[in-house]
């Protein structure tokens, strides 16, 4: 984790090369950004641009509160761009539910032979999200990510279920375990199907007492090439 400071502003960035190996060049996240005002902001910007370029790192993106106007001022003006709007939900009344005796959702962990077909879902299912929604970023590199984060999810010790008709997976959701408490939700499922109801069903169970919490999040990325 780097960290660069100006004034009273700092900021902390870590390199992504999990996107690297994708785009074919370097690039880092902003994690934290802290300020006491919008000219130090700025200074700070600039002196983490001059980073960048001094590094050859082409594209770094990050994730923000969109109450935050200063910083979204700051940043659109130091060269970054709207990409993506994200919406934080919480379940303070979280409902338990036991999949096994379902009649209605049929999970079960996939077999070793199937995660190549969880690959290619990841790959072609999505068309919304921080990359793909992203116009400086060709789809099928997006595509690419998300099939190569499958075996990086796995090493990372995430599970998976899916859901199987006629024995082909058709869905599947990954997720942290931690006890009885499970996190970190994602999906995926063939677009002919659109999303799996065995999936939509599971994750509307575990999420039905869910509400918007009224902050939305919205990264902005930069490209330092000119």
């Known amino acids: 984790m780097g960290k660069i400071k100006t004034g009273g502003s700092w900021l902390e960035y870590r390199d992504t090369p999990w996107d690297a190996r994708v785009f074919g060049f370097r690039t880092r996240e902003i994690m934290q950004i802290g300020s006491t005002n919008a ?110 984060w499958i075996d990086d999810l796995k090493k990372q010790g995430k599970k998976f279920l899916v859901c199987a008709v006629k024995n082909r997976v058709k869905s599947f959701l990954a997720y942290s375990e931690n006890g009885k408490t499970w996190s970190w939700f994602w999906r995926g499922a063939t677009r002919k199907q659109g999303i799996c109801p065995c999936i939509s069903g599971g994750v509307s169970w575990i999420i039905s007492s869910a509400r918007a919490s009224g902050r939305f999040r919205r990264p902005f990325r930069r490209r330092t090439c000119r």
């Open 39 to 148: 000219r130090d902001l700025i200074k700070l910007l600039e002196k983490f641009d001059k980073s960048n370029r001094a590094n050859n790192v082409k594209f770094t993106y990050t994730r923000i509160s969109a109450d935050d106007k200063t910083l979204k001022k700051a940043l659109q003006e130091n060269g970054f761009y709207y990409a993506e709007t994200s919406l934080k939900l919480e379940a303070p009344n979280i409902q338990k539910y036991n999949y096994e005796n379902s009649s209605l959702v049929k999970l079960r962990a996939p077999k070793e032979n199937e995660y190549g077909r969880i690959r290619a879902l990841a790959e072609k299912a999505f068309v919304y999200g921080r990359f793909h929604e992203d116009f400086n970023i060709a789809g099928k590199k997006a595509g690419k990510r998300f099939y190569l």
